[in-house]
C-alpha cells in the first residue's frame, strides 16, 4: 500500500523471519555463532532461548544459508509430538525408510545405522528443534536418549534445542538434569539497546531500497521506548507508523506519528509502562523465587497475527518472569467502601493460636481466635517464604511441588495453569475466589510470603506446611500493601492473548463462549479472525464484570470467561455459605 510511496520495494517490517533482513547486533552475531558451532563441533549439545520475537527464528533461517555441504539437518517445527511423532518425524526430515505407525524401536534401528553411515563418510547429522520449550517431559527424555548413539569418541548426532525462556526454566528441574548436564553450551538473546534498534530500523529500509532516512530521530527513540528492544514489536509499531505517514501523505514518520502508531498498537499499555517505572513501589512482585527475565505478553491491537510485550517489574532488585501477569487486563478501580466481609473482621489480632492440622477441614473446624500475624513472623519464619507459600499453593491445586523456584510461573505452564500478578484491594481477591499468595512486610521491613487458602465466615486462613492458621482481616492489611499472585486453569491450550487482527483457533473458541454468555452478536460465526464486532463483544463482556473494557482478551479476561461458564475446576477462597 504503501510501498510506492516511500520508494520501497517492499514492505520493510514484515514480521514474517526473513534471513535477507537479518540484523546482526552483538547478539545476535554470538547466538548465530552458537548455532554454527553446534552444527560443525562433533557432539555438541547446543541451547539457545530468548524471548518471543527477539530474533531465534531468523537466525534459524541465516543458519541454514550457511551450512556446510557434508551437513544433514533434521528441522522439527512443531514440538508438540509424542514421543512415537517426535521420532518417525525426525526420520522423515532425514528421509528414512520407517513404516507408519512404527514402534520407537524400529524407528532407532533405523536411526542408529542411518548416524554411523553419516559418521563414516564424514558428514555430520544435525537434529534442530525449534520452540523447543513446548516439548513434553517424556520427549525431552528421548532426546536424552538420543544423545547416547556415539562411537568411542564421538556423538553421531548434534543437537540445538531453540526456544524461549521457559525451556531453560524446565531444564533446571531436579528431574531434568541429566540432560541438563549435557549441554556443552547455552547463549541467551536479549533484545536490542536504543541505538542498535535505531540501526535496525535503517537496515530494514535499507534493504527494501529507503534513499532517505524515513523515520526522525525522536521517532526512533519513542519506537525504541514502546518496543525495549524487542525486533518484532518494533516491526509492528514501525509498520503501522509508515501507514500512518502514508494516510497523511508525510513523507517521514515524526514522533506526532509514531505516538499515533503506538497508541494504535499497544493501546494504553505504553502510558502504564511509564506510569510504573516512575513509581517503583507499584512494580515490586511478591515472590523473590523468580528472578529471572522479566516478561509478559503485551496485549495490543495488530492486524499481523503476533504481539510480544516485555514488562520489567522487580523484587528485592532481582528481574521476575510472570508470564501471564498482564496488567492490561486488570480490574476496575472501585471505591473503598467495605465489604460485609470487612465489617464483620475488625478486631484485633490475638496472641491465642488457631492452629489447624493439615487433616482438618478450616470450613468446619476453625474455631479459635485468630493468631497475631506478629507471633506468626517470629514462630514460623522459615515456613513463610516465597518457596514455601508457591509449594503450598501447587498442592491447593492438587499439583506437586517444584524443586527449582527460579522461574516459576513459567515452569507451571508444564503443569497446565497460569500465573496471574496484581496488586489491588482485599475486594479484588474475594472477586477471584481461588487460593491467593500475599506478600507482607513487618515491623522491620522484612518481607513474608503467605498463602490465603481459604475465608470463613470472616475468618481468613493461611495455610502453612505444619498446620493452618486463622488470621484476622484487619492484622493482615496492616501488613499488607495489595501486592497478590494467583494460579488458574485455562481452557484447553488458547493463546496467552487475543487482541483486534488475532487469526487462531483460540478466536472461534472465544466466540462459542460469547455465544453461550449472549455476548455475541454473530453466534454462528465461524471466522477465526477477531474482528472488530468480536471486540465489541468483549468490551461488553468485561464491562459486565467489572473489568476496563479495552476489548482485549488478557489474563484477567480469561478468568472471568472461565468464572462465567463454570469451565475451571478450581480450589475456593470464599468458603461462606
Not at 469 to 488: E, I, N, P
Request: hydrophobic residues 40%.
Amino acid at each position: 500500500m504503501y510501498a510506492d510511496f516511500f520508494s520501497l520495494s517492499e514492505k520493510p517490517f514484515s514480521i514474517t523471519p526473513d534471513p535477507a533482513y537479518l540484523f546482526l547486533s552483538k547478539r545476535h552475531e554470538e547466538a548465530l555463532a552458537h548455532l554454527i558451532y553446534g552444527v560443525t563441533d562433533s557432539g555438541g549439545f547446543i541451547q539457545l532461548t530468548g524471548e518471543v520475537g527477539t530474533g531465534k527464528t531468523t537466525i534459524i533461517r541465516s543458519l541454514f544459508e550457511q551450512l556446510p555441504e557434508n551437513v544433514d539437518i533434521a528441522l522439527i517445527l512443531n514440538p508438540r509430538l509424542s514421543v512415537n511423532e517426535f521420532l518417525h518425524s525426525i526420520c522423515e526430515e532425514l528421509k528414512l525408510s520407517v513404516e507408519k505407525g512404527a514402534s520407537n524401536k524400529d524407528c532407532f534401528d533405523a536411526l542408529n545405522p542411518y548416524l554411523l553411515d553419516a559418521y563414516a563418510q564424514g558428514r555430520k547429522v544435525v537434529l534442530l528443534v525449534d520452540e523447543a520449550q513446548n516439548l513434553s517431559v517424556e520427549v525431552l527424555e528421548q532426546i536424552r536418549l538420543l544423545t547416547n548413539l556415539e562411537t568411542h569418541k564421538d556423538k553421531l548426532l548434534q543437537i540445538i534445542l531453540v526456544g524461549q525462556p521457559e525451556l531453560e526454566a524446565v531444564l533446571k528441574r531436579q528431574d531434568m538434569r541429566q540432560l541438563a548436564q549435557r549441554i556443552t553450551a547455552r547463549y541467551y538473546l536479549t533484545s536490542l539497546d536504543k541505538s542498535e534498534t535505531r540501526a535496525y530500523i535503517k537496515h530494514r529500509l535499507k534493504v527494501a531500497g529507503a534513499k532517505y532516512n524515513i523515520f526522525k530521530p525522536g521517532a526512533e527513540n519513542l519506537i525504541y521506548k514502546a518496543s525495549k528492544g524487542i525486533p518484532r514489536l518494533v516491526n509492528v509499531i514501525a509498520d503501522r507508523s509508515l501507514l500512518g505517514a502514508f494516510s497523511l501523505q508525510q513523507p517521514t514518520v515524526n514522533t506526532k506519528i509514531a505516538k499515533k502508531a503506538i497508541k494504535e498498537v499497544l493501546g494504553d499499555a505504553f502510558d502504564s509502562l511509564n506510569k510504573e517505572r516512575s513509581n517503583p513501589d507499584r512494580a515490586r512482585l511478591i515472590p523473590n523465587w523468580a528472578w529471572s527475565s522479566a516478561v509478559v505478553v503485551l496485549l495490543g491491537l495488530s492486524a499481523w497475527n503476533f504481539w510480544p510485550q516485555i514488562k520489567q517489574q522487580f523484587f528485592d532488585g532481582q528481574q521476575v518472569a510472570l508470564a501471564n501477569a498482564s496488567t492490561l487486563d486488570a480490574p476496575q478501580q472501585t471505591s473503598a467502601t467495605a465489604t460485609e466481609t470487612d465489617a464483620q473482621d475488625t478486631s484485633p489480632g490475638s496472641n491465642q493460636s488457631a492452629a489447624l492440622t493439615s487433616t482438618q477441614d478450616p470450613v468446619t473446624e476453625l474455631q479459635a481466635s485468630p493468631i497475631s500475624l506478629s507471633e506468626l513472623f517470629s514462630e514460623q519464619a522459615s515456613n513463610t517464604t516465597a518457596d514455601v507459600a508457591f509449594n503450598q499453593l501447587l498442592k491447593e491445586w492438587g499439583r506437586t511441588p517444584f524443586y527449582d523456584h527460579s522461574n516459576v510461573c513459567e515452569v507451571v505452564k508444564a503443569v497446565g495453569l497460569r500465573c496471574l500478578y496484581q496488586r489491588g484491594t482485599w475486594a479484588d481477591v474475594l472477586a477471584l475466589d481461588r487460593p491467593v499468595i500475599v506478600e507482607l512486610k513487618d515491623a522491620r521491613q522484612q518481607k513474608h510470603q503467605l498463602l490465603i487458602k481459604s475465608v470463613n465466615k470472616g475468618q481468613i486462613v493461611t495455610g502453612l506446611p505444619n498446620a493452618d492458621y486463622a488470621v484476622s482481616l484487619s492484622d493482615l492489611q496492616s501488613y499488607w500493601q495489595g501486592s497478590y499472585l494467583v494460579l488458574w486453569q485455562p481452557e484447553q491450550l488458547h493463546d496467552d492473548s487475543l487482541f483486534w487482527g488475532t487469526n487462531s483457533d483460540s478466536v472461534l473458541w472465544l466466540r462459542e463462549q460469547l455465544s453461550k454468555l449472549g455476548m455475541n452478536t454473530q453466534p454462528q460465526n465461524t471466522n477465526r479472525l477477531f474482528t472488530s464486532d468480536l471486540a465489541q463483544s468483549v468490551k461488553n463482556f468485561q464491562a459486565s464484570v467489572g473489568l476496563d473494557p479495552d476489548g482485549i482478551v488478557g489474563s484477567r479476561t480469561f478468568l472471568a470467561l472461565n468464572d462465567a461458564l463454570d469451565i475451571e475446576g478450581r480450589p475456593r477462597l470464599v468458603k461462606d455459605n
